[in-house]
T-cell receptor, first 116, second 113 residues
């Protein structure tokens, strides 16, 4: 079974600064997908960014980018120019494509606070 | 497009009572998921439907939890009887192409007292 580990329960960052959230995962599969989801107090999980394991190029979405290190099984999220609206729980998630069921396995999350 | 709708938003019940949650996925999304999120943890999959058939319910406590998806659209998740440890947020999600990620609803926060 796959496991996802987020080693930082809480982090804080000053507004307009850059912050990096860590994620590692364990799998024996070669084909999979990785995601970062944001969960604000409204509770809705919002997709932030997605990475396909067979692509070496790191995914970027505006102020959000990832550092995907396949050999190290590491998938960190960098948020640039942090904004107050980025305050939320952030969850790293793994999806195995080989099994066919395409299920998301989540880490325990990192609570990010953006300080004005 | 409309998002994934869930109701109720909050529910408080006493232990041993029953409760039901409702989910309406995005139109056209064949796959529907129910996740349980206990406070301080990431969501955990309870059951996955493809249209109105069950793909995976291996983590569903079947002695007390049940779920159905009639006509491949709406879904209900039921707990009977509830235990204190069932207190959690229950999230519903749907997907068209799952490898592009799911769309989640806002969840139902259940408190069992």
């Amino acid at each position: 079974a796959q496991t996802v580990t987020q080693s930082q329960p809480e982090m804080s960052v000053q507004e307009a600064e850059t912050v990096t959230l860590s994620c590692t995962y364990d799998t024996s599969e070669n084909n999979y997908y990785l995601f970062w989801y944001k969960q604000p107090p409204s509770r809705q999980m919002i997709l932030v960014i997605r990475q396909e394991a067979y692509k070496q190029q790191n995914a970027t979405e505006n102020r959000f980018s990832v550092n995907f290190q396949k050999a190290a099984k590491s998938f960190s999220l960098k948020i640039s120019d942090s904004q107050l609206g980025d305050t939320a729980m952030y969850f790293c998630a793994f999806m195995n494509s080989g099994a066919g069921s395409y299920q998301l396995t989540f880490g325990k999350g990192t609570k990010l606070s953006v300080i004005p | 497009e409309a998002g994934v709708a869930q109701s109720p938003r909050y529910k408080i019940i006493e232990k041993r009572q029953s409760v039901a949650f409702w989910c309406n996925p995005i139109s056209g999304h064949a796959t529907l998921y129910w996740y349980q999120q206990i406070l301080g943890q990431g969501p955990k999959l309870l059951i996955q439907f493809q249209n109105n058939g069950v793909v995976d319910d291996s983590q569903l406590p079947k002695d007390r939890f049940s779920a159905e998806r009639l006509k491949g659209v709406d879904s209900t998740l039921k707990i009977q009887p509830a235990k204190l440890e069932d207190s959690a947020v229950y999230l519903c999600a749907s997907s068209l192409l799952a490898n592009y990620g799911y769309t989640f609803g806002s969840g139902t926060r259940l408190t069992v007292v």
